[in-house]
């Protein structure tokens, strides 16, 4: 028995440059940044050393009705809005509820109840911590919230791996599909964790850029004078099903899911490998699974941070797996424009590169003043062709604790 052919029938997506996936596709596409200076009285009272981010461009609970906003936090808000657009944009299918899978992730979670609730239980007691804080704060809510909403039946799991969550979850979706335990499942990642303590935590580890007098250019990826990643929230979503059940209903189809694959580096809690042995086994493993070789790939949706070590791990990973040729290969690297959406960021960047092979365009990669030449990869502040015939791209996701996890995706 052949294995069922996975598709991507539905995206959404709410990121620091739009409030939709269309609306955050037009300002990439446009060269826009995300990142802005933080008006919030926390940065001045705790003194914090980074002073921007990339805060979402549409919060939330402007979207949502205010009943149920008020009973998730952030992270879920923006899950929920996330999948409401996928859902309808997939033409809001009729399924069997128990054919209805979640598979959606978070690097944190509900960070902002959880310390919300601490300050209110050191300031006011007991009495006051909200009820719904446990079921606000954790890391399940979003897809709890989601499986709820669209009363999937199948099963609601969660991915936790840091900045690798959410292409995991959308891995795990291809792969619980092709195991017949769901006919669709909406997969995707979500964060909202711009929070004094998070960018004290991130600007301690000296992981952030600290480019306070012009944020709008402090994410540059495999730029020479790069010096920490930007912090980024939102979340996406993408509705996947196999290509029989898509068809069989009349489906628009974006792409093809291929193949996906997840490694761990094993090799120190934070940094990664140096030589990208972990990241390359995953894309190698990516392509085995698609039955694709290095010659195939067309387009890279590239990690990229901006940390120093980072995006040299990214591009050796690379280059030993395609060798001399990843020089020519359109590469795109998306958080110079959204900044880092730590467990929303793999799946908002599988979004674009659905969209990439769609519309047969790499992305711009903004910001990189001059490249590293240790870097030399096929990088351009402008939109790169992909030219004709059939398109194959990878989307790699790299976290905290070693994860990896790199999707495949091919044009139809």
Same mark, same amino acid.
């Given at each position: 028995?052949?294995?069922? &052919?996975?598709?991507?029938?539905?995206?959404?997506?709410?990121?620091?440059?739009?409030?939709?996936?269309?609306?955050?596709?037009?300002?990439?596409?446009?060269?826009?940044?995300?990142?802005?200076?933080?008006?919030?009285?926390?940065?001045?009272?705790?003194?914090?050393?980074?002073?921007?981010?990339?805060?979402?461009?549409?919060?939330?609970?402007?979207?949502?009705?205010?009943?149920?906003?008020?009973?998730?936090?952030?992270?879920?808000?923006?899950?929920?809005?996330?999948?409401?657009? !996928?859902?309808?944009?997939?033409? +809001?299918?009729?399924?069997?509820?128990?054919?209805?899978?979640?598979?959606?992730?978070?690097?944190?979670?509900?960070?902002?109840?959880?310390?919300?609730?601490?300050?209110?239980?050191?300031?006011?007691?007991?009495?006051?911590?909200?009820?719904?804080?446990?079921?606000?704060?954790?890391?399940?809510?979003?897809?709890?919230?989601?499986?709820?909403?669209?009363?999937?039946?199948?099963?609601?799991?969660?991915?936790?791996?840091?900045?690798?969550?959410?292409?995991?979850?959308?891995?795990?979706?291809?792969?619980?599909?092709?195991?017949?335990?769901?006919?669709?499942?909406? !997969?995707?990642?979500?964060?909202?964790?711009?929070?004094?303590?998070?960018?004290?935590?991130?600007?301690?580890?000296?992981?952030? +850029?600290?480019?306070? *007098?012009?944020?709008?250019?402090? +994410?540059?990826?495999?730029?020479?004078?790069?010096?920490?990643?930007?912090?980024?929230?939102?979340?996406?979503?993408?509705?996947?099903?196999?290509?029989?059940?898509?068809?069989? &209903?009349?489906?628009?189809?974006?792409?093809?899911?291929?193949?996906?694959?997840?490694?761990?580096?094993?090799?120190?809690?934070?940094?990664? *490998?140096?030589?990208?042995?972990?990241?390359? &086994?995953?894309?190698?493993?990516?392509?085995?699974?698609?039955?694709?070789?290095?010659?195939?790939?067309?387009?890279?949706?590239?990690?990229?941070?901006?940390?120093?070590?980072?995006?040299?791990?990214?591009?050796?990973?690379?280059?030993?797996?395609?060798?001399?040729?990843?020089?020519?290969?359109?590469?795109?690297?998306?958080?110079?424009?959204?900044?880092?959406?730590?467990?929303?960021?793999?799946?908002?960047?599988?979004?674009?590169?659905?969209?990439?092979?769609?519309?047969?365009?790499?992305?711009?990669?903004?910001?990189?003043?001059?490249?590293?030449?240790?870097?030399?990869?096929?990088?351009?502040?402008?939109?790169?062709?992909?030219?004709?015939?059939?398109?194959?791209?990878?989307?790699?996701?790299?976290?905290?604790?070693?994860?990896?996890?790199?999707?495949?995706?091919?044009?139809?």
């Amino acid at each position: 028995m052949s294995t069922p &052919r996975i598709v991507v029938t539905g995206i959404g997506a709410s990121s620091p440059i739009g409030g939709t996936a269309p609306e955050s596709w037009s300002a990439l596409l446009a060269g826009t940044s995300g990142a802005r200076t933080l008006a919030h009285d926390w940065v001045g009272q705790y003194e914090l050393p980074v002073t921007f981010a990339a805060e979402a461009l549409v919060r939330p609970d402007t979207v949502l009705e205010r009943p149920e906003a008020k009973r998730l936090d952030p992270a879920s808000q923006f899950a929920l809005v996330a999948a409401r657009e !996928a859902w309808a944009d997939a033409g +809001s299918p009729d399924v069997d509820p128990e054919r209805l899978g979640v598979d959606y992730a978070t690097g944190i979670g509900g960070v902002w109840t959880l310390l919300d609730a601490w300050d209110t239980l050191r300031e006011k007691g007991p009495r006051r911590v909200m009820p719904m804080t446990v079921p606000m704060l954790m890391p399940n809510a979003a897809s709890a919230a989601i499986s709820m909403h669209l009363g999937a039946r199948a099963y609601a799991r969660t991915v936790a791996s840091a900045c690798a969550s959410s292409v995991e979850s959308i891995i795990n979706g291809m792969e619980h599909l092709q195991n017949g335990l769901a006919d669709i499942v909406i !997969a995707g990642g979500t964060e909202s964790a711009i929070h004094p303590i998070t960018l004290a935590a991130f600007s301690s580890m000296t992981a952030l +850029s600290k480019r306070n *007098d012009d944020p709008g250019t402090a +994410s540059r990826p495999f730029s020479i004078d790069r010096d920490g990643f930007v912090m980024g929230e939102g979340a996406a979503a993408l509705v996947l099903e196999t290509e029989e059940h898509a068809r069989a &209903r009349g489906a628009r189809i974006y792409a093809a899911l291929v193949g996906g694959a997840v490694t761990a580096d094993s090799y120190h809690i934070t940094a990664p *490998d140096p030589e990208g042995l972990g990241a390359s &086994r995953a894309v190698r493993a990516a392509l085995a699974q698609a039955g694709a070789s290095v010659d195939d790939v067309t387009h890279i949706n590239a990690h990229a941070t901006s940390t120093p070590t980072g995006d040299i791990a990214e591009y050796k990973a690379l280059r030993s797996v395609f060798g001399d040729r990843v020089h020519d290969i359109p590469l795109s690297a998306t958080k110079a424009s959204t900044g880092h959406l730590l467990g929303g960021t793999g799946a908002l960047e599988a979004v674009f590169t659905v969209l990439a092979l769609r519309d047969r365009q790499a992305p711009p990669t903004i910001n990189i003043t001059e490249q590293d030449p240790e870097i030399p990869l096929k990088v351009s502040p402008q939109s790169q062709p992909l030219g004709d015939g059939p398109q194959l791209a990878i989307s790699n996701s790299f976290g905290f604790g070693g994860h990896n996890a790199v999707a495949a995706f091919q044009s139809v």
